[in-house]
């Protein structure tokens, strides 16, 4: 321990004396690069090609990376501007080196490629890592020993402020400085238990922060969620597809690629290879996947357009789902459904969702407290917030003793603790920041944050039931990704498909510590005059839960809340709302952040 703190000490006292790039040993043959308004081909020896690099003990594996480059994939990448330096970063935990590429694109913007910065919830990356715009013109953060800082060579004139602070949550380092006008969504830095500091802005006339490349709504598109068993699944997708895309305002052909959820097409409507299907149906011509997560089917999908709008792949993306559960008789839905949980040792044993959320339901009451009012609450509230929604499938109120004497499903859990099978599809235009701006579309809110997690498929195989490790690792890596606390969220749409799924929701995502939530709605904290209003759209309890279709749904009436047009959209105070999707009994979940970006 001693030595490694000595090692550390060291390679800071190093930094210190020499804030210029080291060229290190290794890196002789690297290549240069040029600017992005330098001909193709010149060279620029003023543009750093590595940062700087503490106890770099094995050169060779960089060395050769960089000789491949020099040896012909540097021609093509210089020729487009693609790279411009390399970043390279030593963690001190396991001694692992990694080389990060950092990128201009056609808006001159700089991204880098930070991969794995934590491991079980610590920051690894213990060694100091610097990204630098050029000689002279140095932006960016500095990462010490877990500790962040911003770069004390920020341009003249640039300053930024530390905010959001929660330390209950681990973030690492996002995004460098870039050339060009404006702003975008800021990087963050921080370690467990140390407050996140957050570069808010860069205010420089050729700088701005970036974490990745901003991904943008540009349009929503929904169903009436309800039953309508005559209508085929693809003229419900295409419905939505195309209401999305002329929300958007953006033409078909400019759509790179489709992402779809589903779940139960292969068995409600005996239709597989539902993708391309939905794609033509929508009048798209570009590749298309599906995704099945259960539940969470739609937030999956979601999630990988956002990745690929992150990643570059992409600057316009159709995303959504579809389910189409009231065309077979009851049993045979519930049949279905039954799949999403583990056929070996849950669903030959008789196990349903309703019978497995019971179970849960009673190990929370038991390990926490708590009674069905607490839970007719929830119903109450999330009914009460469909009335409005022209989009609901039950748009009538309820009363708690209504609840409360409703026909029992599963103990605890009655009728009204439970919501109901749903027909219905969803979809959402997202883009690129760059593409946004350059055809002028109204995106005002972007996808921030994007964050998944798992646990095993059956309950008796978790520690827990009455919790939900699957959603606290899906918040921590879109709370990190996004650079916003807890405290900076405005609304809440959560995967309430019965009651007590809300109230180990409302845990699993930090609002509440373990046992407080369940009383949430009965306090009002969570209606839509409370602190924190959750399912203002009604809900999956009251609004409908065609299951392939839900996470879309979710990010389409969040969006419309943040942007305004929502019948329930005064309730929100603020600019920053979360969704929650989970699959199976919590198996799977899918959180993304979104926010008002101008």
Known sequence: MGSELADRDDCEARARRDDRPSSGAGVANAPEWRRDDDPVGSKAADVPTVAADCELRDASRL?????????????????????????????????????????GDRQRRLLVGNGDHRRGGRVVRQCEERLFAGDDDRVGVTLHDGRASLNDSLPEGARARPVNRDPRRCVGVHGIASAGQGKSRPPVVGQLG??????????????????????????????HFGQTPDRTGRE?????????????????????????????????????????????????????TRYELACASAGAAVRGAVRAIAAGQADVVVAGGMERMTNRAIEETTEALAIAADELFEVRAGVTFPGAYALMARSYFEEFGGEREDLAHVAVKNHENAVPNEYAQYRKAITVEQALSAPIIAEPLGLYDS????????????????????????????IVGSGQGGDALALQSRGDPARTPATDAAAMEAFADAGVGRGDVAAVEVHDCFTIAEVCALEGLGFYDYGEAVGAARRGETTADGDLPVNLSGGLKAKGHPVGATGGSQVVEMTRLLRGDHPNADAVDGTVGLTHNAGGTVASAVVHLLEVVE
């Open 63 to 103: 060395a050769r990376h960089e000789r491949h480059l020099s040896e012909g994939a540097s021609d093509r990448l210089a020729a487009d501007s693609r790279v411009k330096h390399w970043v390279r970063v030593t963690n001190q935990r396991t001694g692992e080196r990694r080389n990060h590429a950092v990128a």
């Open 194 to 223: 140390e407050p996140p500091l957050r570069v808010r802005q860069v205010f420089h006339p050729r700088y701005r922060v970036v974490g990745m490349e901003g991904v943008r709504v540009a349009g929503v598109g929904l169903t």
């Open 236 to 288: 419900l997708f295409a419905e939505a597809a195309e209401a999305a895309l002329a929300d958007a305002g953006v033409d078909r052909e400019a759509v790179a690629e489709l992402h779809y959820g589903n779940f139960m097409g292969a068995l409600g409507e005996r239709q597989g290879h539902q993708a391309p299907l939905m794609a033509e149906a929508a009048g798209l011509s570009c590749p298309a």
């Open 419 to 446: 919501c109901p099978v749903t027909d219905g599809a969803s979809a959402l235009v997202v883009v690129s920041e760059a593409y946004a701006e350059a055809n002028e579309l109204d995106a005002s809110v972007a």
